[in-house]
């Protein structure tokens, strides 16, 4: 039977400092895995925060959309009640179109639409029986969508335009 060498006092300190080390450095990993566990949860935190404020961001604008529709819709009719004033002071669709800077198809249509017989608002297409709607242009407006009116003043005068 051999006989084991008994280890030395530098041995055996020598093994309690790698030993020592060694849990060190286990210490170390495990507050690295801790902390970048914490970055990761940090970081997925942001990630559905993010979510949320584009979700409410998308609800804040839909309500923006349908207030400005309302009001486009409110302002339209204030435009169309203005022709039709027009109208009953005995002006002619050309001379009002010329007057507001837009097409006499437009005048039309507004006419029409504060009389309550159709046009854009009414779901109708915009154009009147036999074509009879189309502008300085020969050509019929398209309506599509809701138009927008220019401002009541000189051509030009701002506003967006027919659309």
Do not use: W, Y
Not at 26 to 46: G, S, V, W
Not at 68 to 81: F, I, S
Not at 107 to 125: I, K, N, T
Not at 142 to 158: E, N
Request: with cysteine; glycine share 16%; net charge positive.
């Amino acid at each position: 039977m051999a006989i084991k060498p008994k280890r030395t006092a530098q041995e055996i300190a020598a093994r309690k400092r790698a030993m020592a080390r060694a849990l060190e450095l286990n210490a170390e990993r495990r507050k690295r895995e801790e902390e970048l566990t914490h970055l990761a949860a940090d970081f997925l935190t942001t990630r559905e925060l993010e979510t949320d404020v584009r979700s409410q961001l998308e609800e804040q604008i839909a309500g923006l959309r349908a207030e400005a529709e309302a009001e486009c819709a409110r302002l339209r009719q204030q435009g169309a009640a203005a022709v039709a004033v027009m109208v009953a002071r005995g002006e002619g669709a050309g001379r009002i179109a010329g007057r507001l800077g837009v097409g006499v198809g437009e005048v039309r249509l507004l006419r029409d639409e504060a009389a309550g017989r159709g046009g854009a608002g009414g779901g109708g297409s915009g154009r009147m029986a036999g074509g009879r709607d189309a502008g300085p242009s020969g050509m019929v407006p398209s309506v599509a969508g809701p138009v927008l009116p220019r401002s009541l003043g000189a051509p030009g005068a701002g506003g967006p335009g027919p659309v």
